[in-house]
């Protein structure tokens, strides 16, 4: 697509991109965007919508006439340039940019990892690519792919906007200090990190598969205190709990008529964090739950997405966990066990936490502010029942202040 300036952009607010990418109005204009590609009478719908507090709202929709899919990305991000190959028009409102994927403005490794041809030369060492599987795809910040090579084996391919080599050192230094990370099968190529399957099954499978609770909470607290003091020298990345004023802001966008309860229980959130010791500062995960943990025989044996790994405090950690698995019985049924699982890991997370001098309503609040981070995630407009998703999440959020009080 040849770059394209309709009007002059104007501000809008958040919730106003949310229900300009939601309206039909937009899926129309996607409409005439795609006709010069040999797309008549195509059918647009949106696939994905992702809302980044502070930032914007960007989108992804497929288009279709029957026989061709075309896949589009958008956003409503302030870039600061319009690249080139994209199509920017105003909404009458603020300005959009558009884009036919896998041409991502910020994400130029995209294009590679989805490319068969290239995957096969760059990862395959000889062998044929029987598959490529987009696992994962957030506009302008990631993706994430699985190649199938036809030797059985599997490599991950993760496409970053920045810090692709940074996320192999610190990968390589875990390797190196026993930490059983993604082993990479190589240095970054053009942003895309490629990392060999862990080894083991997901925490979170092994919690719905388990008839009793597989992962004692002592191996969580002996992983995390042997993450290595190298981790100190990379740069810090700050925990859920001190962005909660950008979820908070999230949630309210999201489920607008609950902006009054959401406002309170920030506030009383962060009431609490005021006078909640965090414990010293350590190497830390950053993104410690159950999708990126992987277990064998009930020890840990994988451990995935690291980007956020370095300088933190175990508080963050555990509180990470702890939100994550709350919301696991409002996504499956068969996660029935969890609530009780919920209540073991928090006493001992937090008798752990006491013993260190970190009073346990730390815990209870910062878990508070993840879950409460995961509140804005619920809204999926192909989930008729999305709206009472949400509700769970903010009633476990107000759940866990009750336990910090």
């Known amino acids: 697509m040849n770059s394209q300036a309709l009007h002059e952009a104007t501000s809008w607010t958040e919730r106003e991109q949310i229900d300009f990418f939601e309206s039909v109005e937009f899926t129309e204009i996607l409409t005439d965007v795609v006709r010069p590609m040999g797309l008549d009478e195509a059918t647009v719908t949106l696939a994905e919508l992702h809302h980044r507090p502070g930032a914007g709202v960007s989108g992804v929709f497929t288009a279709t006439n029957g026989s061709t899919n075309l896949y589009l990305g958008a956003t409503a991000e302030?870039?600061?340039?319009?690249?080139?190959?994209?199509v920017q028009l105003d909404s009458g409102r603020g300005t959009v940019i558009i884009w036919l994927h896998p041409a991502d403005p910020l994400l130029p490794g995209l294009a590679l990892a989805t490319t068969p041809e290239l995957v096969e030369a760059n990862w395959g060492n000889g062998q044929s690519l029987s598959k490529l599987q987009t696992l994962a795809y957030r506009p302008l910040r990631r993706a994430v792919l699985l190649a199938?090579?036809?030797?059985?084996?599997?490599l991950f391919l993760k496409v970053l906007r920045k810090d692709?080599?940074?996320?192999?050192?610190?990968?390589l230094t875990l390797l190196r200090a026993g930490i059983p990370a993604s082993r990479p099968a190589g240095p970054p190529v053009q942003g895309v990190v490629a990392f060999h399957r862990a080894n083991g099954v997901p925490l979170a499978e092994d919690l719905m598969a388990a008839a009793d609770l597989s992962l004692d909470p002592q191996h969580i607290i002996e992983l995390l205190d042997s993450l290595p003091e190298a981790l100190m020298e990379f740069p810090a990345r700050p925990a859920w709990s001190d962005r909660m004023d950008w979820y908070g802001h999230a949630a309210q966008t999201a489920v607008p008529d609950q902006a009054a309860r959401i406002g309170a229980l920030s506030q009383e959130l962060a009431m609490v964090l005021k006078t909640a010791n965090r414990g010293k500062l350590v190497p830390s995960h950053g993104d410690f739950y159950e999708a990126n943990i992987f277990v064998t025989s009930g020890q840990i044996s994988g451990?995935?997405?690291?980007?956020?790994?370095g300088p933190g405090y175990l508080v963050d950690d555990l509180a990470c966990f702890l939100g994550h698995l709350a919301v696991l019985p409002s996504l499956d049924a068969r996660y029935k066990r969890v609530d009780d699982y919920l209540e073991r890991y928090a006493q001992f997370f937090g008798r752990e936490l006491e013993s260190r001098g970190v009073a346990a309503q730390g815990l209870y609040a910062r878990a508070g502010c993840v879950v409460l981070s995961l509140v804005a995630g619920a809204r999926d407009e192909t989930n008729p029942d999305w709206h009472d998703v949400a509700?769970?999440?903010?009633?476990?959020?107000?759940?866990?202040?009750?336990?910090?009080?």
Do not use: C, N
């Open 148 to 154: 199938h090579f036809d030797d059985g084996d599997d």
């Open 303 to 309: 451990l995935l997405d690291i980007d956020s790994a």
């Open 391 to 405: 509700m769970d999440r903010l009633k476990l959020a107000e759940e866990f202040l009750v336990r910090a009080s």
């Open 78 to 86: 302030a870039l600061s340039s319009v690249p080139a190959g994209t």
């Open 164 to 171: 692709a080599q940074l996320l192999y050192d610190k990968h």
